[in-house]
């Protein structure tokens, strides 16, 4: 049984929903033209978001972090986005340089390390190359929801991140179980781990499947402190974790 087996069912108003989703989007084409792009985690909340921004045929770029540490599954759908909707997506791997010195003073394994060396390797790995996916852009896309975490049940769909862009969450009030129906109504192609108890995919070294009655986010990060589960990205002032 597969993750649309499994959780595709619709939310009473999940029309509206979709429809708040759009609107969201198309609006913020016109406030940045030209500036704006879906920073895709190439999860299932973003496989969606990339599928309302090629059906709706709307002037946003699609970018990725391409972390180095990331499954093969992920990386996947890479060219079936490309194939499938006729969008290139911009990949922003890291400083090669920086990751090697990471590595060579700290090894393949500081993420376990401590909290301080796994948040060192989020920031090579992804916050370095985030600044310049954003570069030149005064608007970007995310998949956040508030049913995510503990942490993200406050996220709005229109913020201001820590530079002062426009951050938006179209997505904000959709349920797991919205994501998967617009998954299994439109054909989205999705992360096969997700078939597999993967709902939260970040780097391999950080990621596992979940069991039964564990929290979404359970699998990433397993090995820390729930409140300390977070890399960085979505962080509301400069220095500090979301």
């Known amino acids: 049984m597969g993750a649309i087996d499994l959780y595709a069912r619709p939310s009473e108003g999940f029309d509206e929903l979709v429809a708040h989703a759009v609107a969201d989007l198309q609006s913020a084409t016109v406030r940045h033209a030209g500036a704006i792009v879906q920073a895709t985690s190439l999860g299932a909340e973003d496989m969606v978001l990339t599928d309302l921004i090629a059906r709706h045929r709307l002037p946003i770029a699609i970018a990725t972090l391409d ?41 393949d394994d500081a993420m376990y390390r401590s909290l301080l060396l796994r948040k060192a390797c989020c920031g090579v790995r992804k916050l370095e190359p985030l600044k310049r996916l954003l570069t030149g852009r005064s608007a970007w896309i995310t998949g956040l ?98």
């Open 67 to 107: 972390t180095g540490a990331l499954h093969d599954q992920t990386l996947a759908l890479i060219p079936t986005i490309e194939q499938r909707y006729g969008l290139p997506v911009e990949r922003f791997p890291p400083v090669a340089d920086q990751v090697v010195r990471f590595v060579r003073t700290h090894g």
């Open 145 to 242: 929801r508030r049913e995510q975490s503990e942490g993200r049940t406050t996220v709005p769909h229109s913020e201001l991140d820590a530079d002062g862009r426009t951050k938006l969450n179209p997505l904000a009030d959709w349920s797991w179980a919205d994501v998967w129906y617009y998954i299994a109504t439109h054909d989205v192609p999705y992360n096969a781990l997700h078939d597999v108890f993967y709902p939260s995919i970040g780097c391999a070294p950080c990621t596992r499947a979940i069991a039964v009655g564990e929290p979404f986010r359970a699998g990433r990060w397993w090995w820390e402190d729930d409140k300390a589960k977070e890399c960085g990205l979505h962080a509301k002032d400069p220095g500090v974790t979301a």
